[in-house]
């Protein structure tokens, strides 16, 4: 009761959303149901609700744990492509909110269209994607080579064949509601796409830049979750009720500690540091590689003031470590915006969940509220912090030049090395 009265207090309504209602139709868009399986409602069929919803929260999280541990262990592959399809239900999920509005008008090619803009949008980011990191499989054959040369301009023409669809499709009375699907369609895309299209390229640079920041805003969620239902008394914020202080808390410093212990782990397997390469000879994914100093054990000065506290003056571990601790602060102080900002979207429409995919959980999109943005961040600490020139892709662009172009680029390269004395050092050596 005390729930139902904070959401009708949250969600009051001013005279533009009396408007807005008699526009889209007035109902709840996407209608949500309890889809927990029977097993479960007649095992549990004797606790309370409180109770009852924690073990299915519960069972079904040790499940999708599972799950994705088994994809890891199938390999960056495997994971690029469960990737793909959480984009896209995610995509459904949202894109279905505004369809319920949208259809009440029985206007065209609403659903048609938005789909259409997913496809262009995915062969945009996915064939930079296989430029980028695919470059010399592309320049082997003709026909990728072709279709990597004119990427863009087929992408531009791509997309313009939707728009002017749309401007095709434009209903008079009605042109209000189909410029706010459109724009619904395009952040949707920006949201989803564009993020996913990140995972991915943080996925390239080591499997633990894809698992390390994903897990610890798993531990986050659950973590929070744990100290919230235990211990929580003070709440958090008016757009998540149920959300408290104490979770938030108690989620932060368990998942730094996770954080740290994950890396350490991991951070001894070139499975997991290597980045994810594409072996031209063998036609598959490589991950193997001399380790970087990321992933070499170092020995660092533990600070005065704690020196007498735990009793040691130094500590080995991993520089990696230390920027787990950026990424572990991000996926506990900052991530869960990601959550904020999706509970007062369903809010907005008067939704419990996204959708009712996951029986305790709610749809896809529900679960990876914060992975996305968790996502972009990643790719900016590594653009920001860890990435430098890649040999080995301007080797491989190299090798695709005419022979006078490398020529002048050898020349070129060769004298800047004279001028700096580094070539002649290297051969009387």
Not at 383 to 407: E, M, V
């Amino acid at each position: 009761l005390q729930e139902s009265e904070s959401d009708t207090k949250l969600d009051g309504e001013t005279a533009s959303d009396s408007e807005s209602k008699s526009e889209f139709g007035g109902s709840s868009p996407v209608p949500t149901s309890d889809d927990t399986p029977e097993v479960l409602n007649r095992a549990l069929s004797n606790l309370s609700s409180r109770w009852k919803n924690w073990w299915v929260r519960g069972i079904l999280t040790l499940a999708m744990i599972t799950f994705f541990f088994i994809i890891i262990y199938l390999g960056p592959m495997v994971l690029m492509t469960i990737v793909m399809c959480v984009q896209i239900k995610c995509f459904h999920e949202i894109i279905t909110i505004g369809y319920n509005v949208y259809h009440s008008y029985d206007l065209p090619w609403f659903r048609t269209l938005s789909w259409y803009f997913l496809l262009c949008v995915n062969y945009f980011f996915y064939g930079e994607t296989v430029t980028d990191y695919f470059f010399t499989l592309v320049q082997r054959e003709e026909p990728l080579r072709i279709l990597s040369k004119y990427h863009r301009f087929i992408s531009f023409a791509l997309y313009l064949t939707g728009f002017c669809m749309f401007v095709l499709s434009l209903v008079k009375k009605h042109y209000r509601l189909q410029f706010y699907m459109f724009g619904w369609t395009h952040v949707t895309l920006l949201i989803i796409v564009t993020q996913s299209h990140l995972i991915i390229h943080n996925l390239f640079e080591g499997m633990i830049w894809f698992i390390v920041p994903i897990s610890c805003v798993i531990c986050n969620d659950i973590m929070a979750y744990m100290f919230g239902f235990f211990f929580g008394r003070t709440p958090l914020i008016k757009l998540s009720p149920k959300k408290t202080w104490e979770g938030f808390i108690g989620g932060f410093f368990s998942t730094v500690l996770f954080g740290l212990l994950l890396s350490y782990v991991m951070s001894g397997y070139r499975c997991f540091t290597c980045p994810v390469e594409f072996n031209n000879d063998t036609n598959s994914f490589t991950v193997d590689c001399e380790p970087s100093e990321l992933f070499q054990l170092q020995e660092y000065n533990i600070p005065v003031v704690l020196q007498s506290v735990v009793g040691w003056k130094t500590v080995r571990m991993y520089p990696f470590q230390i920027h787990s601790i950026a990424l572990s602060t991000f996926a506990s102080l900052i991530g869960p915006f990601g959550g904020f900002f999706a509970s007062g979207f369903k809010r907005a429409f008067k939704i419990k969940d996204f959708a009712n995919t996951i029986p305790g959980h709610g749809g896809i999109m529900d679960r990876f509220d914060c992975q996305y943005l968790m996502a972009t961040f990643v790719n900016v600490y590594i653009a920001s912090f860890i990435r430098g020139p890649n040999p080995s892709k301007l080797i491989q662009q190299f090798l695709t030049l005419r022979p006078d172009q490398q020529l002048h680029i050898f020349n070129t390269l060769k004298a800047h090395l004279v001028d700096r004395g580094i070539l002649g050092s290297l051969e009387d050596a």
